[in-house]
């Protein structure tokens, strides 16, 4: 919109700020060096300029925290500061990609944010992200639920929506929330270094000693994009120092370019001068990642591919499965770990920064992003360890399995299958080949190798010392898992023999190349591509699972293919093809083979790929369980070649102009082929996209889903029969950032070399293929891909642990929370501080529903609630037993719920003071 001419004069925040990277071009606690001086100089600024009124300290408030590790004697001269609305800081935690992490890590993060800057007195800040490459669609009702009225930000505004200015409602997938919406036209450093402290751009200062061209230039352009009442003027830069005499520089200002007020302020004071006239700005909805004024660099999708295998389980670890496991052990009566959590938190939010996990950094920064998953895994194993430690302690002891037995908690709310690997210890070796339940029912396991052992015990009867045989026995078997409850599980004696009537393992077959259950069956070939015929529809797709690479001559940030580069593919690739039923617990085909690939690309002009040759070892497995309609692939790679970029065919049987992809609380449309875009876009569109747990196609009638554990980029490519879905699995590249990719121009960021994301070595990569009808929404595509993505936790215990609880601990123990409809996704299940359990859904359907939770435990009431988790007005929900029926959810809203434990389950989660027995460690990894 443009601004109407007017004798008042108009507004115009000058916002002096820092935009701080933690880790970039250097490591962390490089950066963090620089942090302490910008700090230290910044105070001083405070303290001897009398016109220096604010400071936003970026939008993070993990700067804080870093900042006073190494000066802890600055926390009171901070806190009175933020107090004062001097030094604003705010709202996350850590500036996140949006795109690479989860919407529940999200909400996480302005959660802590808001945290911190309560404790140290502040207020909450405007919503704001000055650097992160593209915003999600969902970000409108994330910042509305956690207290955020507005969004400030530099990448990814549309095109088209800049048609009538810079200012718009930006409105939630449901449509039922918004914020505002206001674009840095002139990027976060409009006004950088306008004084003659640095000779930035090549211009000379005025006799004031200030650029004064450069501020008109940039007020022109404000002014012909149209502004909201208000101008908004950023003065500073990445982990710039705060430009003291900004107070001189707006004297300046305001007696050259009298239409103009300049004020020295905070994006939070710029989002309350614009806040009364938001009401009249256009709407817009959906994600913003066009690279049209901004460079959105999306080659981060897949740049240093470990970092996202690694965080999607984190992601999964903590949402799924260490929460709701320490919750229940709660109601059970072990105090909450929320020290811990918060920790745990914490340490994933550090990788959450764009420069972390786009994997766009010098390798030091993303060395420290894998010790933090090293600690935080650490850490949620032990803590898993614990919890299912007290649900077995405090639940009653099954009766009908003797002998040790394996403890299995699954954290998600509904029933699921799974293929479980564990070691379970015995002081016999006599191999067994079946489990028992907790009802005595046999289920049939693939017995592996027995590892022996003799140990010198303390015999406490014959008071002597003993040799003792202890023998591990790996067993795999499938296991069928009550929703959010612990199931236990157990060796029988030694020589008993599996029960006729509990083998079911007809369901499974398999032939030289080929396997099967009752819906499927998967023929693969030499090459390691497979044919999949749907055994009840009769649908028959082929040359699924081929693999096919080509050169890169990009950077960390972009692929740049090679001009007439010819893709190599394993088509035709003679490998050994083996089918195997392990002990008839699943079915599964594998292939080993030799890809040839050039060994990097030349130092010449123009870039080409070497005349040497090097061998990638692939080897491509696909599984089968029984009754599944889910074929799940793992290949391993041993990369040994550098500069490319290696994907994974599946071409469809369906043809649509649509794909839709599993994002942040939502499924969202994109077109199968991505506009142009338009020359003189700051960079063209690229046809490489990003989903999170899978991609799928649909014409209506069938339906094709590709699901994945943190593969998050893909392409849809047309083709004759029907589009094909490519999976990137690696991206290859040795430099920070390069000045000839054909995708981009110029620099992204400092012309660095990066050897470690030429990723070699081993890759082990996971992806799973379900063929249904219709769209996915109404297939149960979300709820299969939340139990392909989610672990379950596992432990030993012996046979005589357990013992009689109370009702409402035993109940606890037996499930937490329960949703049949695959429609409700749940997102978080988690203790509040006031000992309420807060559960986060959304509705993963195409139209309104009302979904009915059941909890395992006796209820004294239920409300609806924000994300912040303060009941709702008139939230109040009728609870019928154990059954809180939520009202009507739109499509892709959110809701967060809060349920009040009954007086005798509090009773029975206050700490029992008994010391729990040793516990052998336990291991989250999904089979």
């Excluded at 295998?309 to 999964?316: D, E, G, L, S, T």
């Excluded at 960390?556 to 690739?573: A, V």
């Excluded at 040793?918 to 990894?925: H, Q, T």
Aim: glycine share 8%; proline share 6%.
């Amino acid at each position: 919109m443009a601004s109407k001419p007017s004798a008042r004069k108009v507004p115009a925040i000058v916002a002096s700020h820092t935009h701080w990277d933690r880790a970039w071009y250097f490591p962390f606690e490089q950066f963090r060096h620089m942090l302490v001086q910008t700090i230290e100089q910044l105070l001083c600024a405070f303290a001897t300029q009398k016109r220096f009124k604010k400071f936003n300290l970026d939008g993070q408030t993990v700067v804080l925290e870093d900042y006073l590790e190494i000066m802890p004697h600055r926390r009171a001269e901070l806190a009175r500061l933020i107090r004062a609305g001097r030094l604003v800081v705010g709202p996350f935690y850590t500036l996140p990609d949006e795109f690479l992490v989860s919407g529940e890590a999200i909400i996480r993060n302005l959660l802590i944010g808001r945290k911190i800057t309560e404790e140290f007195g502040g207020q909450p800040n405007a919503g704001y992200s000055p650097d992160s490459f593209g915003h999600i669609a969902q970000l409108p009702a994330i910042l509305r639920g956690c207290g955020v009225d507005s969004f400030i930000f530099s990448r990814g505004l549309p095109r088209a929506w800049t048609k009538g200015g810079s200012a718009f409602r930006w409105v939630s997938p449901d449509g039922q929330t918004w914020v505002m919406g206001l674009s840095e036209l002139g990027f976060y450093n409009a006004l950088m270094d306008l004084s003659r402290q640095r000779r930035a751009w090549g211009e000379r200062p005025n006799s004031e000693g200030f650029s004064r061209g450069r501020a008109e230039a940039e007020v022109k352009k404000i002014e012909a994009a149209g502004h909201p009442g208000a101008m908004l003027l950023p003065n500073g830069h990445d982990h710039w120092p705060a430009e003291a005499r900004v107070g001189e520089m707006l004297a300046m200002l305001n007696k050259t370019m009298p239409a103009y007020d300049f004020r020295h302020g905070s994006f939070a004071d710029y989002a309350d001068l614009v806040r009364p006239h938001a009401a009249q700005w256009p709407a817009r909805q959906g994600e913003m990642h066009d690279g049209a004024l901004a460079a959105i660099l999306s080659g981060v999708f897949s740049t240093r591919m470990y970092l996202k295998q690694q965080n999607a389980y984190n992601q999964a670890l903590l949402e799924r499965l260490v929460e709701p496991l320490a919750t229940a052990a709660t109601l059970a009566g072990d105090p909450h770990p929320h020290g811990t959590l918060t920790y745990l938190w914490k340490t994933l939010l550090k990788n959450h920064p764009h420069d972390d996990i786009c994997g766009c950094s010098v390798d030091a920064t993303h060395q420290d992003n894998e010790d933090r998953t090293r600690r935080l895994r650490q850490a949620a194993d032990f803590l898993c360890n614990r919890s299912l430690g007290w649900l077995v302690h405090t639940a009653p002891k099954p009766a009908a399995i003797p002998g040790p037995r394996l403890a299995i908690y699954n954290g998600l709310p509904r029933r699921r299958r799974v293929l479980v690997q564990a070691q379970i210890v015995t002081h016999d070796d006599q191999p067994r080949s079946f489990v028992l339940n907790e009802r005595g029912q046999a289920q049939r396991a693939f017995a592996g190798p027995i590892r022996k052992e003799y140990r010198q015990v303390w015999d406490g009867q014959a008071k002597q010392v003993v040799k003792r045989l202890d023998a591990w026995h790996s067993l795999t078997f499938v296991a069928d898992l009550p929703a959010m409850s612990l199931s236990q599980w157990a060796l029988p004696p030694a020589g008993a023999s599996l029960p006729k009537s509990s083998d079911k393992s007809g369901t499974l077959r398999a032939g030289k190349n080929w396997i099967e259950n009752n819906l499927l069956k998967v023929t693969m070939a030499g090459d390691g591509s497979v044919t999949v015929r749907d055994k009840v529809t009769q649908r028959v797709l082929r040359n699924l699972n081929v693999l096919q690479d080509e050169a890169d001559g990009g950077d960390e940030y972009d692929f740049s293919p090679l001009p007439k580069d010819k893709p190599i593919t394993s088509t035709g690739l003679r490998g050994k093809v083996k089918a195997a039923l392990p002990g008839r617990a699943y079915a599964e085909i594998f292939c080993a083979f030799n890809l040839k690939l050039p060994a990097k690309l030349e130092d010449s002009a123009p870039r080409r790929r070497s005349s040497g040759r090097v061998e990638l070892a692939i080897r491509t497995t696909a599984r089968l369980l029984p009754d599944s309609r889910r074929i799940e692939f793992t290949t391993e790679v041993n990369n040994t070649a550098q500069d490319h970029r290696l994907r994974v065919l599946f071409p469809s049987d369906v043809q649509t102009k649509q794909v839709q992809v599993a994002e942040h609380f939502q499924t969202l449309s994109r077109p199968v082929v991505m506009p142009p875009g338009d020359a003189d876009d700051s960079q063209r569109p690229v046809q490489t996209q990003h989903a999170e747990e899978f991609v799928s196609l649909t014409d209506g009638r069938k339906g094709f889903s590709l699901l994945t554990r943190g593969l998050p980029e893909y392409q849809a490519l047309p083709g004759r029969r029907g589009v094909q879905i490519a999976l990137t699995l690696l991206r290859c590249v040795g430099w920070l950032s390069r000045d000839d990719l054909s995708t981009r121009r110029g620099h992204a960021g400092p012309g660095l070399a990066t050897p470690q994301a030429q990723c070699l070595g081993r890759h082990v990569f996971q992806y799973a293929l379900v063929l249904h009808a219709g769209a996915a929404q109404e297939a149960g595509v979300w709820a299969e891909a939340m139990a392909y993505t989610t672990p379950v936790h596992l432990m030993q215990i012996e046979a005589e642990e357990g013992a009689e609880a109370a009702p409402g601990a035993s109940r606890a123990a037996a499930g937490l929370i329960e949703l049949d409809d695959p429609c409700a996704v749940v997102s978080a299940v988690k203790m509040s501080k006031q000992g309420q359990v807060v559960v986060r859904l959304w509705n993963a359907g195409r139209k309104a529903a009302r979904f009915r939770l059941r909890a395992g435990f006796d209820l004294a009431g239920a409300c609806m609630a924000d994300m912040l988790e303060q009941p709702l007005a008139k939230g109040r929900l009728a609870c019928r037993g154990h059954a809180v029926t939520l009202p009507s959810l739109r499509p892709c809203a959110i809701a967060t719920v809060l349920l009040g434990p009954a007086p005798e389950v509090q009773s029975a989660a206050e700490p029992l003071m008994q010391r729990l027995p040793e516990y052998s460690p336990g291991g989250a990894e999904l089979a």
